[in-house]
């Protein structure tokens, strides 16, 4: 799995869910990445803590996250504004 992981890659908890950040880094020497994580910065992750990968996509397994990542993650959208509404399509025009 760690060959099939290459950097820009989105990192997501699960599918369908928004995306958390994504891979600076995959440490072929080493069985781990470096992660950037919205509003948090960048986190070593082992290898393992992948749950799958995909279409572009890393799958975290969150029972294998360190809790300092997990910490991360759920704040990972405090910075954004919950009453954002995105503007219609036909406003551009």
């Not at 919205?38 to 990968?53: I, K, L, R, T």
């Amino acid at each position: 799995m760690h060959e099939e992981i290459s950097e820009g890659f989105m990192v997501f908890l699960s599918d369908g869910d928004e995306g958390i950040g994504s891979v600076r880094e995959v440490r072929h020497g080493l069985p781990e990445l470096l992660l950037y994580i919205e509003n948090a910065g960048d986190f070593v992750v082992p290898v393992s803590a992948v749950q799958a990968v995909h279409s572009g996509k890393v799958i975290l397994a969150w029972d294998r996250l360190d809790l300092r990542l997990r910490h991360a993650i759920a704040h990972a959208r405090d910075s954004e504004d919950p009453d954002y509404v995105a503007p219609d399509s036909s406003e551009d025009e």
